[in-house]
C-alpha cells in the first residue's frame, strides 16, 4: 500500500511554563498549524505528572481549541481509556464534536504511566481487560445502542463511531483496530527488545501495519497516523542545540522507565530515539528514509523531544509545512476545504 498522506500535528503541551500558559502557548501552535494547511491536530492526555504531559482533560482543551481555530481536525492521541468512565468520554466527545462542528476525532489508546492507574481506582495489571471492556460500552455508547436501564446517548454522537482510532505499540493491537475498522495510530518511536536495540523503528511497525491492514473488514478503507519526532530549523546548528537538552533529558527518562537506550552521543541518541531534525532538505531527506511512511495515509509531527522554546516551534511548524512536506509529496489542503475533505 502506497499512498499519499496528509499532515496532522501532534503536542503533549510540554512547553516550558505554568498550566495556563502551556495551554494559549498549544492553542497557537495548533493555530499556526492551521494557517499553513495542516489538516489535523493531536493532542496527548497524561496525568499527574507534568514532565510527561501537561494535559488531563485533552476534550476540555479541544472545545477551547475549536473556539479559536475554523477548520483543521481535532483528535485526542489518546484518551487512556482504562482510567476514564467510558459513558461520560462518549458524552464528553459528543459535546465537543457538536462545538467544534464535527472536528473531533477520538483516539484511545490503553497505555499510561503505571502508577497512575491506582488514583482512579484500577489496576495496570488488568489494563487490556480493562481496556476491552470499556471500549465494548463507549462503542455501544456512540452507536445510540441500549447502555443499561433503557438509556441511550445523548446527545446521540451522529458519525462520531465512524471516527475512532486506537493506539498500539503491538501486533494484537493493530489486530484489534483493524477489526472494528478504526483508524490506527502510531508512535513517533517504541522501545526495542535488548536483542535489537538498533532495529530501525520500520520493523517494529510494519508488522503492526501489516496486522490492521488484514483485519480491516471489505471495503474500510485504511486510516493509518504515523506520528515522528521532527524539529525544523532555518540551520541545522540551531537544532542541535536545542536538541543536545531535549533528548538527553528523553533519554534519562525513558531509561528511569526500564528501557535501553543505546549510545551517549547527540548523534546516537538522534537515531536511537528516531528524532529527525535539521534544516528543511535535512529532515525531507531523513523522512524519506522512514519506510512506514509510504504506507501511512496520515504523517503527524511532533516536536518532542527536541521541545524547543515556543517561538522555534512555531516556525518548525510553518518549515516543515511550506518546505518538507512539498518536497515529500505529502497532502497539505487548503484550510477553507480542511473540514470539508477530511
Known amino acids: 500500500m502506497t499512498t499519499t498522506p496528509t499532515v496532522g500535528f501532534f503536542t503533549r503541551l510540554l512547553d516550558d511554563a505554568a498550566p495556563a500558559e502551556r495551554f494559549e502557548l498549544a492553542t497557537a501552535q495548533i493555530q499556526q498549524a492551521e494557517r499553513h494547511g495542516i489538516g489535523r491536530a493531536?493532542?496527548?492526555?497524561?496525568?499527574?505528572?507534568?514532565?510527561?504531559?501537561?494535559?488531563?482533560?485533552?476534550?476540555?482543551?479541544?472545545?477551547?481549541?475549536?473556539?479559536?481555530t475554523s477548520a483543521i481536525r481535532l483528535g485526542t492521541g489518546v484518551v487512556t481509556l482504562p482510567l476514564e468512565d467510558p459513558v461520560r468520554v462518549a458524552e464528553d466527545a459528543v459535546v465537543a464534536d457538536l462545538l467544534s462542528g464535527g472536528r473531533i476525532d477520538l483516539g484511545l489508546g490503553s497505555g499510561g504511566t503505571p502508577s497512575s492507574f491506582a488514583p482512579f481506582g484500577e489496576d495496570v495489571q488488568r489494563k487490556a481487560a480493562t481496556y476491552d471492556r470499556k471500549l465494548g460500552v463507549l462503542l455501544d455508547a456512540l452507536r445510540g445502542q441500549d447502555i443499561g436501564a433503557d438509556n441511550t446517548l445523548y446527545p446521540d454522537a451522529g458519525s462520531l463511531a465512524e471516527r475512532v482510532w486506537q493506539a498500539t505499540f503491538s501486533v494484537p493491537g493493530g489486530h484489534r483496530a483493524g477489526i472494528h475498522g478504526h483508524g490506527l495510530l502510531l508512535s513517533r518511536t517504541q522501545p526495542r527488545s535488548s536483542d535489537d536495540l538498533h532495529a530501525p523503528l520500520s520493523a517494529l511497525q510494519d508488522p503492526i501495519i501489516d496486522a490492521y491492514l488484514e483485519a480491516l473488514p471489505v471495503g474500510v478503507a485504511p486510516q493509518i497516523t504515523a506520528s515522528r519526532t521532527v524539529f525544523v530549523a532555518d540551520d541545522r546548528a540551531e537544532a542541535?542545540?536545542?536538541?543536545e537538552v531535549g533528548l538527553r533529558r528523553a533519554a534519562e527518562g525513558f531509561r528511569r522507565q526500564g528501557q535501553t537506550i543505546p549510545g551517549d552521543t547527540l548523534d546516537e541518541l538522534i537515531v536511537a530515539l528516531d528524532t529527525h531534525l535539521g534544516t528543511p532538505e535535512e529532515v525531507a531527506a531523513s523522512l524519506a528514509a522512514d519506510t512506514t511512511l509510504a504506507r501511512a495515509t496520515e504523517v503527524a509531527f511532533q516536536v518532542h523531544s527536541v521541545d524547543a522554546p515556543h517561538e522555534h516551534v512555531l516556525r518548525s511548524i510553518e518549515l516543515f509545512a511550506d518546505e518538507v512536506a512539498p518536497a515529500l509529496g505529502f497532502a497539505l489542503t487548503p484550510a477553507d476545504t480542511i473540514k470539508e475533505n477530511a
Open 240 to 243: 542541535l542545540r536545542f536538541a
Open 42 to 68: 493531536w493532542v496527548a492526555q497524561h496525568h499527574f505528572r507534568a514532565a510527561e504531559g501537561g494535559l488531563p482533560s485533552p476534550l476540555v482543551f479541544l472545545a477551547h481549541v475549536a473556539a479559536r
